[in-house]
């Protein structure tokens, strides 16, 4: 009977680190495919320079300064409905996995969370 409950702490123990590997790595996917969507709706149109400094801080990392471009590219004028959606959307993923990572106490998400609510209330 001690041999199965290990066998099922083991069991459980396992299945947990599996489901926090894919939940992490789904996180980094998500702003991935969200950033390539984001440049495909401003493939067409005069791309924005606040988009562009957004998908270049994605691709180096720096999560907080590809939000909070982001959050400038929507005070623009001109933008429609499918750039708007993609912004919020590629904000939404970069945001939720800095809260992620955040909760797991990771200093520099913490860090980038703070500099963009800073950024909010200015």
Known sequence: MQRRSQFNLLTGLTLGLVLALVSGCARKSDVQHQTGELEK??????????VRLAV???????YAI???ALQNAQRL?????AQLMAVQRTMEALTANLVDRAAKGDANAQAA???IERSRSQ
């Open 41 to 50: 709706a401003f493939q067409s149109s005069q791309t924005n320079p606040y």
């Open 56 to 62: 270049s801080a994605v691709r180096t990392n720096d």
């Open 77 to 81: 004028p001109g933008l429609n409905a």
């Open 113 to 115: 969370l703070a500099a």
């Open 66 to 68: 590809g939000a909070i």
